[in-house]
């Protein structure tokens, strides 16, 4: 199957090959792009939960660990494991 592209519109996806490919309303796809070839990937949406979210206190927690990790105050894997015995 083919499709024109137009100079003022996006691309837009056949009916049948929606169909084909499975794509969902609010499906997001993914374009990979290799030696002149397009490939379309499905990225559903995924449903989220009260329990996906992280509290006040689990965020602060988590930023203060990005920072660390960004300023290389890492700990070795090894070191922790004899730390914790395993």
């Given at each position: 199957m ?13 009916d ?5 490919a499975?794509f ?11 030696r002149?070839?397009?490939?379309i990937?499905?990225?559903r ?34 070191q922790v ?6």
């Amino acid at each position: 199957m083919t499709a024109t592209i137009k100079s003022k519109s996006p691309l837009t996806v056949p009916d049948s090959v929606r169909r084909r490919a499975g794509f969902k309303p609010s499906d997001h796809v993914e374009f990979r792009v290799s030696r002149g070839s397009v490939t379309i990937l499905t990225r559903r949406s995924v449903k989220r939960g009260p329990e996906d979210t992280l509290t006040a206190a689990e965020a602060k927690k988590t930023r203060h660990a990005l920072d660390q990790v960004r300023e290389g105050k890492v700990t070795p894997w090894p070191q922790v494991k004899h730390e914790l015995g395993l």
